[in-house]
């Protein structure tokens, strides 16, 4: 089935730093969405992306969606304390008819 | 509008017994899909229900069943339980089913198998 492969799977990035993490697949996606899990809750939508190319920005979180639709991207600029947490893009898989989760990106953040 | 309510929040189960988890959807949701989330890991998605009916499945065995109810809640039914079966089960509820609609997760019950 349907994989894909986030990297890197644990970021420790500096208060203040940006940082970028990666959503990678082996076959074209039609889209993908992206959400934020704090440590001890639940994942929580944060954006989807459909076309190729497509950029799309929530503050100081800037989501991009490869030209082939492979790939993904989620680069978040200052980094607060409130960035704490595990993103995860999830691509939908049109056979099964279901959202697949990749193993996640956890971030930590050193003040 | 009220958010994704899963029942029980914590339950600790013995190998070879059967549970039973429930999930009420947010209002406005038809769709509801279930996920096994291990530590450390990614959910993996388990099945969706939409209509009172199983419209899509993941690798799970046939142990995993669920249910949907007229007013779109479910339940999560694994027999037979084993160790690897310790996990978050969350719930997803969502405005339809397809790929265009976000999941909105309820706080999971968390399963620990001995």
């Known amino acids: 089935g349907q994989q894909v492969m986030q990297i890197p799977q644990y970021q420790h990035v500096q208060e203040g730093e940006d940082f970028t993490t990666y959503c990678n697949s082996s076959?074209?996606?039609?889209?993908i969405q992206w959400y934020k899990q704090r440590p001890g809750g639940h994942p929580v939508f944060l954006i989807q992306l459909v076309k190729s190319g497509e950029v799309k920005k929530q503050k100081r979180l800037t989501f991009q969606f490869g030209e082939a639709k492979k790939n993904s991207s989620l680069h978040i600029t200052a980094t607060q304390t409130t960035d704490v947490g595990t993103y995860f893009c999830a691509p939908w898989q049109a056979a099964g008819n279901k959202l697949t989760f990749g193993g996640g990106t956890r971030v930590l953040v050193k003040p | 509008e009220t958010g994704v309510t899963q029942s029980p929040t914590h339950l600790i189960k013995t190998r070879g017994q059967q549970v039973t988890l429930r999930c009420s959807s947010q209002s406005g949701h038809n769709t509801v899909s279930w996920y096994q989330q291990a530590l450390g890991q990614g959910p993996q998605f388990i099945f969706q229900?939409?209509?009172?009916?199983?419209?899509g499945r993941g690798n799970f065995p046939p142990r995993f069943s669920g249910l949907q109810f007229p007013n779109y809640s479910s339940e999560l039914n694994v027999n037979a339980l084993e160790l690897d079966d310790s996990a978050l089960y969350l719930c997803?509820?969502?405005?339809?089913?397809?790929?265009?609609?976000?999941?909105?997760f309820g706080n999971g019950t968390r399963l620990t198998v001995t």
């Open positions: 997803a509820s969502s405005y339809r089913t397809g790929g265009n609609s976000p999941l909105h």
């Open positions: 076959t074209t996606l039609s889209n």
């Open positions: 229900y939409y209509r009172e009916e199983e419209n």
